[in-house]
């Protein structure tokens, strides 16, 4: 059993608990997390193009986002993985991961589920500060619907870029602090579609893009690029737009 870590300025008790009880629903595609297995594969998509550009050589071989397995040789961590959906995805890439979470339950799930899909992730109950003090160095880290849910922002994403070696990347996704956004992903996800828990989401912890970019240039890196996140209802499908006023990712590279 996986114990709870020491939480540090950053976590958010309450979060911690709220996405601990979500247990095995975390693999139920039409469960609470339904959200998350339809944008997945948006995230993927967009992830293996980023790292193959921007991280673009395994030896003397050119990365192409198309290969099976086009992630290979690339050290990545997912700081807050929940179950595992995105961390399975980019092991199956080829990529060598690492994957965290303060939340106990969420870790148990997601080392059973790794060990029937036959996939080796380093599955730990930890936080990004506790990381910090191994040194590690991470070819790309990753804090994917996370930030809205700690309460220090720039704490949080200052550990996360000290994870990242020279010249990795930061890729951070979550949602801007805007009217569309309170209507959308609280009054439309959380209490119309009911896509998610009521109470998942606080919106005065939304990060606009700006708050984003200027807390990890504080943290040493260099802004490279901010992608929308846009749901198409009449496909159910998630997709990249050039929209930021909902949902949006942004990555950043360490000089």
């Not at 958010?12 to 297995?37: C, K, Q, V």
């Not at 956004?181 to 700006?210: C, K, M, N």
Request: hydrophobic content about 45%.
């Amino acid at each position: 059993m996986a114990r709870r870590p020491a939480r540090d300025s950053s976590v958010d008790a309450a979060e911690i608990d709220r996405f601990d009880r979500i247990g095995e629903d975390w693999w139920n595609p039409t469960g609470s997390m339904r959200a998350l297995h339809r944008m997945n594969p948006v995230r993927v998509t967009y992830l293996r193009e980023l790292l193959c550009r921007r991280l673009p050589r395994e030896g003397d071989i050119r990365r192409n986002p198309q290969a099976e397995q086009p992630l290979t040789g690339l050290k990545i961590l997912d700081i807050g993985c929940g179950g595992g959906l995105l961390a399975e995805a980019l092991a199956a890439c080829g990529a060598a991961m690492t994957a965290i979470d303060p939340a106990p339950q969420n870790i148990e799930i997601a080392r059973r589920h790794a060990e029937t899909s036959g996939l080796a992730i380093d599955y730990r109950c930890a936080t990004a500060d506790a990381l910090v003090a191994e040194e590690p160095a991470f070819d790309a880290v990753l804090a994917m619907e996370v930030v809205e849910h700690v309460r220090d922002v720039q704490g949080f994403l200052r550990d996360a870029a000290a994870l990242v070696r020279p010249g990795g990347i930061l890729a951070v996704a979550t949602l801007n602090r805007t009217a569309k956004s309170y209507a959308l992903a609280i009054v439309g996800a959380e209490y119309v579609l009911r896509w998610v828990e009521r109470g998942t989401h606080d919106w005065q912890h939304f990060v606009r893009p700006d708050e984003l970019a200027r807390a990890l240039r504080a943290a040493g890196l260099d802004i490279l690029e901010t992608k929308g996140v846009g749901y198409n209802p009449l496909t159910r499908r998630w997709r990249l737009e050039t929209a930021l006023d909902v949902n949006y990712m942004m990555a950043a590279q360490r000089p």
